[in-house]
């Protein structure tokens, strides 16, 4: 999933173009996806950080099935992402010379209906990887001192709730044969990943899931609403767009993305969940320093709320409405400090003009997100672009931008009007 964040800035008669893009990745749907010492993890003797992990870190765990009455077991489960019919549960083993005894490792879809347990043993020596049973597929590849082990499981069923993955160190003396109970040992691992679809993606070190990534080499890094734990709720990623529920879900730009601007212009293409919220409108994107919020109020109309002036300025779509028709839409926020703020539909600018004094000359807050204000009223809907300029675009301008935004979305299955 990417957002793409445009920053625009005139110096002397040279406009500068492209600044930023923004990465919103939630590729790791685990929790803590290193940490094998943590309570998430499951129990069993783990001694942390006793070698160099495949990216060359001293960060890769020695996990151990120290009783010979069961085998122990390392397990983690992840909500369920609704959009997926399929889950890759991939995880680094180092490579090892005994033979004498193989983990197994498993991932299960359950809720609902709970989908076949897929588990499999792995021949640390030679990277043979042999499934023991279930429906699902597996896979191991070479990466140098580590085998790369990945199970794929489905979900065919809308009730299901989470995925579950685990690791037992030590389980059999036999490769594919039932558990031996008096076997102990241990594996050196690293690197655990849950990712929707039906092959383990590129490592992504993600133990709060939180992050949106800034790659351009700026560090302006986001946040993504509304805790550093995986919750349920929280923003749901699909290709090309991000899913908010409406409920706390939000993506908080960092506070060096607007800081001190005194005129700016911010469009986010947009699809609103059709029906009504609580409170009866929705933020699409907010700032909390006396200043200017864009929000839906009663779900038809698009407005402004001045907080520091206790007024407020609407703009009405065509027809009177924004039409809760599910389509995709492209919102347009100008702003100048002590002059004008304007909001645009689309394209038509003959709905855009109500224009009220701004609250605040300058864009200082610390708080600006895409999807709420200042933590209430959020957006219920998914969002597939935003783009930034730190100036006031023309209308000529605007125009531009909406056919390159329209040509470049229509490849991932989002047409504007």
Not at 100 to 105: I, K, M, S, V
Not at 189 to 206: D, R
Not at 210 to 230: E, F, R
Request: glycine letters at 10%.
């Amino acid at each position: 999933m990417s957002l793409l964040l445009m920053h625009g800035r005139e110096s002397g008669l040279v406009r500068a173009g492209l600044e930023a893009y923004y990465d919103f990745r939630k590729t790791n749907l685990l929790r803590y996806s290193e940490q094998f010492d943590n309570a998430a993890w499951g129990t069993g003797p783990v001694t942390p950080n006793v070698s160099t992990s495949s990216n060359g870190e001293m960060t890769a765990d020695l996990v151990s099935d120290a009783s010979a009455a069961a085998a122990q077991e390392f397990f983690q489960s992840a909500p369920i992402v609704s959009s997926a019919d399929s889950y890759t549960f991939s995880v680094f083993v180092k490579k090892h010379t005994d033979e004498a005894r193989f983990p197994e490792f498993r991932i299960q879809a359950t809720g609902g209906t709970v989908q076949p347990l897929t588990t499999g043993h792995l021949n640390t020596k030679t990277g043979t990887f042999q499934k023991t049973s279930g429906s699902g597929t597996m896979a191991v590849t070479d990466e140098g001192g580590y085998w790369r082990v990945a199970l794929v499981e489905t979900d065919s069923n809308s009730g299901n709730t989470q995925v579950r993955c685990a690791i037992l160190p030590a389980f059999t003396d036999v490769l594919g044969n039932p558990v031996n109970v008096a076997l102990t040992g241990s594996i050196t691992v690293w690197g655990a990943q849950l990712n929707a679809g039906p092959s383990a993606l590129a490592y992504e070190k993600t133990d709060t899931n939180q992050t949106a990534v800034d790659s351009s080499g700026k560090a302006n890094h986001g946040t993504l609403g509304p805790t550093s734990a995986a919750e349920s709720n929280d923003p749901i990623w699909r290709t090309g767009r991000v899913r908010l529920d409406g409920v706390n879900d939000y993506v908080l730009t960092p506070s060096a993305v607007t800081a001190n601007a005194d005129e700016l212009t911010l469009q986010i293409v947009f699809q609103k969940t059709p029906g009504s919220v609580s409170g009866g409108h929705r933020t699409l994107f907010g700032h909390n320093a006396g200043g200017s919020y864009i929000r839906f109020f009663t779900d038809t109309t698009i407005g402004f709320w001045l907080s520091a002036t206790v007024t407020s300025a609407f703009v009405q779509g065509p027809g009177g409405g924004i039409p809760d028709d599910g389509l995709w839409k492209m919102m347009t926020f100008r702003w100048r400090a002590g002059v004008v703020q304007e909001q645009i539909l689309n394209l038509d600018t003959s709905v855009k003009k109500e224009t009220a004094a701004p609250s605040d000359g300058l864009m200082d807050s610390t708080y600006r997100a895409i999807g709420t204000y200042a933590g209430g009223n959020y957006f219920a809907g998914e969002v597939a672009t935003a783009l930034y300029y730190r100036r006031f675009l023309s209308d000529a301008e605007l125009g531009r931008n909406y056919a390159a935004v329209k040509a470049g979305l229509a490849p991932r299955g989002i047409s504007l009007p």
